[in-house]
């Protein structure tokens, strides 16, 4: 079992992949979310964000976590104060802008 799998089973985490999964692969380019802000404190675009943005831009931000927690966990190397604490600080420092 995955670490995704271990914390849906565990109740720790509630989330489902499955039927919202559509959304994120609907994320691309035309979705404001996508590249980074250019505005002051990457503020995003306001203007041009539609309610129907949101949605795969959240799914594929909450995949991508996943990714960079299942890395952490699939890691062989012995736990080290950077792979124990640093590493995990920086979850979902990537390109999510929500």
């Known amino acids: 079992m995955n670490l995704a799998g271990a914390l849906t089973a565990s109740g720790a985490v509630a989330f489902t992949m499955g039927s919202h999964s559509a959304g994120a ?3 691309g380019p ?3 979310f996508h590249a980074p802000s250019t505005l002051p404190l990457q503020a995003p675009p306001f203007d041009k964000i539609k309610d129907s943005d949101y ?4 799914e594929a931000g909450m995949a991508e976590q996943l990714r960079e927690v299942q890395a952490i966990a699939d890691d062989p190397a012995a ?3 950077e792979n124990t604490f640093e590493i ?3 979850i979902g420092c990537g390109s999510a802008q929500l």
């Open 55 to 58: 949605e795969p831009a959240i």
């Open 88 to 90: 995990p600080l920086r």
């Open 30 to 32: 035309s979705n404001p």
């Open 79 to 81: 736990p080290t104060f």
């Open 25 to 27: 692969a609907g994320f």
